[in-house]
């Protein structure tokens, strides 16, 4: 039974946590009038989560999302350099399949394109966070550690697309957590697949 009553506060202590931190986002978000705020809430976001992964919490949630703004504010907004263009190309290529109507065996290659730099995407923040590298660098290595991790890119992309259904299906649990626990899913494979990564490199 006190296994049991430890386990509910982890549990509980966890879900409030991420709804607490997805607050933070979007209050940080909104102090950078959005655009300059957007970028730096979510690193902020995800250098938390991506901390509480690897068992560290010795911390006060706010004093720390307000710590990592400040410090990343400026650096981390040059990411719209790595993802404007990614999303640029991705929506061009899903304008195209969209004019074409049915599907044909032309689009599998703009299918494959979106699937590329559609989980590139989800590479580039916690790779930022994870090495100290220059843009060219996080590219770079987000890209590498993608392609060579097929099983945990599997699991990303099936347990963040079985969270967008939950959303859509229940949306007042999407109103609580729809970005940190999306970034809690995101940063775990990630990080999984960086491990693995490095590892083989070894």
């Known amino acids: 039974m006190k296994q049991f009553m430890q386990s509910l506060y982890l549990l509980t202590n966890w879900i409030m946590n ?19 705020g957007i970028v730096p809430a979510t690193v902020t976001l995800y250098t938390i989560i991506q901390k509480w992964i690897q068992g560290h919490h010795e911390f006060k949630l706010h004093e720390e999302f307000w710590k990592l703004y400040k410090q990343t504010f400026l650096e981390s907004n040059k990411l719209y350099i790595l993802i404007g263009p990614l999303m640029v190309i991705i929506s061009i290529n899903l304008l195209f399949i969209v004019k074409q109507g049915t599907f044909q065996i032309v689009h599998i290659p703009f299918w494959m394109i979106i699937l590329i730099l559609g989980l590139t995407l989800l590479y580039i923040i916690p790779t930022y966070n994870y090495f100290e590298l220059p843009l060219l660098g996080v590219m770079k290595n987000a890209l590498l550690i993608m392609l060579v991790s097929p099983v945990q890119n599997l699991f990303l992309l099936l ?44």
Not at 18 to 36: A, C, D, E, R, S
């Open 18 to 36: 991420l709804v607490y931190i997805n607050l933070l986002w979007f209050v940080f978000t909104l102090l950078g009038g959005i655009i300059l």
């Open 159 to 202: 347990s963040l697309g079985s969270l967008l259904i939950i959303y859509y299906f229940i949306p007042g649990i999407a109103f609580f957590f729809n970005v940190s626990a999306f970034a809690w899913l995101n940063t775990f494979f990630v990080m999984d697949a960086t491990k693995q990564a490095l590892a083989k490199k070894q």
